[in-house]
């Protein structure tokens, strides 16, 4: 069982960056993938970043590559989604979640854990 608690969130103006963190308690974060969701008004969750639970593998969904950096650390169970020159269209609520097993992640069905959420606005 893993729970998962993200922080981060906020409001903030196009161009700006934000680092989300996602705590993890349970005995199963070092061997787990984590990926990070998103969801805004009307659309579907989509998955954002995913990093294995080596730490050694990362996917970014393909537009935003180079812009958000996926990254865990291991001594603090914690993964983190840093984001830079953020723009109106990454308004969401970002998700973390856990899949539990070993490896790569890269469906929504896979990952068996979920945080409650934290809330990113861009205004432009």
């Known amino acids: 069982q893993v729970q998962l608690g993200e922080s981060g969130g906020g409001l903030v103006q196009a161009g700006d960056s934000l680092r989300l963190s996602c705590a993890a308690s349970g005995r199963t974060f070092s061997t787990s993938g984590m990926g990070w969701f998103r969801q805004a008004p009307g659309k579907e969750r989509e998955l954002v970043a995913a990093?294995?639970?080596?730490?050694?593998?990362?996917y970014y969904a393909g537009s935003l590559e180079g812009r958000f950096t996926i990254s865990r650390e291991y001594g603090k169970n914690t993964v983190y989604l840093r984001m830079n020159s953020l723009k109106p269209e990454d308004t969401a609520v970002y998700y973390c979640a856990a899949s539990g097993d070993y490896g790569l992640a890269l469906t929504l069905a896979a990952y068996k854990y979920w945080g409650q959420g934290t809330r990113v606005t861009v205004s432009s």
């Open positions: 990093i294995s639970s080596s730490g050694g593998r990362t």
